[in-house]
C-alpha cells in the first residue's frame, strides 16, 4: 500500500485476520502518525467487491478500536454494495460499521480514500467521514446510472453521476481530488499532520522558522484599490500563515468561502474566509453548509479558528430562500456561537448585516476582534442606506448623504468605540496580531452547558 508502512511489532495490531471477506484492518503508519487502516479496497467493478456480512463486522471493530484506543481512522473504500447472496444479513454488516465510524465522530479524525467504485450503501460511508479523498477515476452513488434512467428518463454516466469531479465541484463529498492512490496517501498524510490523534489532545506544534514578527505588507497588496474590486483572499492568507502554506479542503465546492488549515508560530489552525473572487464573498447555502461543518471539525479536534471577513451579506434570491437559506445560514451562526476553542476575527475590508454577525463577530463570542483600517462594519452600504433614509433625495444630494455615512458609520474606529472591534491594525501587522493572539488564547479552556446533545439547524 503506497505510503503507509506497518508499524513496529510492538504496536501492530491485525483484527479478524482469519474473518471471511475482504475487508482487512491494522495499526499502520501514515507519515509520522499511527492510524486505524482499514482496507475495505474489494471492487474492480460494478460486480465484486461486495459487502459481506464478516465486511461490515470488521469495519465496525477496526473504528471501535480506532474510538478506544485514540487513534485516527484510515478507510480505503472500494465496494459495489451489499453482498445480494446474503440478504438482509449484508445490510446489517453495513449498519454496524455506519454505527461504528458514527461514533468515531468527534472522537477521532475519519479520513476516506476512495480509489474505486462505491455503490449504494457504502457510498454512504463516504458521507459519514471527516474528509474524502478521491482519486480522479473513482465514482461514487447511492442510486445508479440504469435506475437514474429508468426512474426519470434522463441518461446520465458513471463519471457525470457521481465522479470525482462532479463531488468536487457540486456535491461535495470530495474534500480532495488527486491522481493516484500514492497523491493520496500524502493528502491524508499532510491533512493528519494538522490533526490531533483524538479530541483529548491537541493538534501537533511545529517547529517554525518563519518569525512571528514578520510584517506583512504583501497581505494589504493583494487588494484592489477600488472598495468593490476583486480579489484572491489565499493571497491574502498566504502572507500571513506560516511561510505561506495552506492546505484547503473543497476548494471548488462553495468557493465563496474558502475553508483551510495553515499554522501561525507553528500552531495549526482553521481558517474560514470569504472569497470576493466568488459572488462577490457573499454567503450562500452551499457556502453556509461548508462554512458550518468546518467549523464544527476544528471546535471538535481542539483547532483554533481564525476567520478572515469581507462579504457584503448573504446572496439574495428566491430561490436561495425557498431552499432554506435561514435555516443554512443559521448553521453557520450556530457552528461559531457553540465553539469553545481559541477564536480570532480578522475584517478586511466589508462586513454587513447578517453575514456580518455569522461570520465570527463579537457577538458570537469571538475572543479577539481585529480589523484594518480599510474596514466597513455596518448594516449595509452606504449606497443601500441612502436609498433606504433618503428615497426621495436628488440624486447630486445622495453622493453627498453617501459620503456623510461613510465617513460617520463605514469605519472600524466607530465599531471599535461600540466594542464590536478590539484593536485596528495596520495590515502589515497582522500575521504579528494573530500570532500574539494565538498565544495568550493558548490556555484558553470553555465547556458548553451540560446537554444531552443540541439540534443542529440541519
Not at 376 to 403: C, F, N, P, Q, W
Request: proline content about 6%; overall charge negative; some cysteine.
Amino acid at each position: 500500500m503506497s505510503g503507509v508502512s506497518v508499524a513496529s511489532p510492538a504496536t501492530q495490531v491485525s483484527l479478524r485476520a482469519g474473518s471471511s471477506g475482504f475487508v482487512r484492518s491494522r495499526v499502520a503508519s501514515l507519515g509520522s502518525r499511527r492510524v486505524v487502516e482499514i482496507d475495505a479496497r474489494g471492487a474492480t467493478d460494478d460486480r465484486s467487491g461486495a459487502l459481506a456480512p464478516a465486511d461490515g463486522q470488521s469495519m465496525a471493530a477496526a473504528a471501535r478500536l480506532a474510538r478506544t484506543q485514540r487513534l485516527p481512522v484510515l478507510l480505503r473504500l472500494a465496494s459495489s454494495g451489499a453482498d445480494l447472496n446474503e440478504g438482509v444479513d449484508a445490510l446489517h454488516g453495513w449498519a454496524t460499521a455506519a454505527t461504528e465510524l458514527a461514533r468515531c465522530s468527534g472522537v477521532v479524525p475519519v479520513i476516506v480514500i476512495a480509489a474505486g467504485p462505491n455503490v449504494s450503501g457504502p457510498a454512504l460511508l463516504l458521507g459519514l467521514a471527516d474528509f474524502v479523498v478521491m482519486t480522479a477515476d473513482a465514482y461514487a452513488f447511492v442510486v445508479g446510472p440504469r435506475m437514474v434512467e429508468h426512474f426519470t428518463g434522463l441518461p446520465v454516466d458513471r463519471a457525470d453521476l457521481g465522479g470525482a469531479e462532479t463531488h468536487a465541484v457540486r456535491s461535495g463529498v470530495a474534500s480532495f481530488v488527486v491522481a493516484t492512490e500514492s497523491e493520496a496517501d500524502d493528502t491524508a498524510a499532510e491533512l493528519l499532520g494538522y490533526l490531533p490523534d483524538s479530541n483529548d489532545s491537541d493538534p501537533p506544534g511545529r517547529a517554525c522558522g518563519d518569525p512571528a514578527h514578520r510584517a506583512v505588507p504583501e497581505a494589504f497588496d493583494a487588494l484592489p484599490a477600488e472598495s468593490g474590486g476583486s480579489y484572491d483572499v489565499r493571497d491574502v492568507l498566504t502572507a500571513v500563515a506560516d511561510h505561506g502554506d495552506l492546505l484547503e479542503p473543497h476548494p471548488f465546492w462553495g468557493a465563496n468561502l474558502v475553508t483551510a488549515f495553515a499554522c501561525f508560530g507553528g500552531r495549526p489552525v482553521g481558517i474560514v474566509a470569504n472569497q470576493p473572487q466568488s459572488l462577490a464573498g457573499t454567503l450562500d447555502i452551499t457556502a453556509s453548509r461548508k462554512g458550518a461543518r468546518f467549523v464544527a471539525f476544528c471546535d471538535a479536534f481542539n483547532l483554533p479558528l481564525v476567520t478572515f471577513v469581507d462579504t457584503s451579506g448573504f446572496y439574495p434570491g428566491k430561490d436561495l430562500e425557498w431552499r432554506g437559506m435561514i435555516r443554512y445560514g443559521a448553521q453557520m451562526a450556530f457552528a461559531y456561537a457553540r465553539a469553545t476553542v481559541p477564536r480570532v476575527n480578522v475584517t478586511l475590508r466589508k462586513s454587513y448585516g447578517g453575514a456580518y454577525i455569522v461570520m465570527d463577530s463579537k457577538t458570537m463570542g469571538n475572543d479577539i476582534a481585529l480589523a484594518w483600517p480599510t474596514a466597513e462594519i455596518a448594516v449595509m452600504g452606504a449606497k443601500g442606506a441612502v436609498e433606504i433614509l433618503h428615497r426621495s433625495a436628488a440624486d447630486d444630494e445622495r453622493a453627498e448623504l453617501e459620503t456623510a455615512y461613510e465617513q460617520r458609520l463605514l469605519n472600524p474606529y466607530i465599531a471599535a468605540e461600540r466594542g464590536a472591534i478590539d484593536a485596528v491594525v495596520e495590515p502589515a501587522d497582522t500575521r504579528q496580531e494573530i500570532c500574539a493572539a494565538l498565544e495568550m488564547l493558548a490556555a484558553k479552556r470553555e465547556r458548553l452547558p451540560e446537554r444531552r446533545h443540541d439540534n443542529a439547524p440541519l
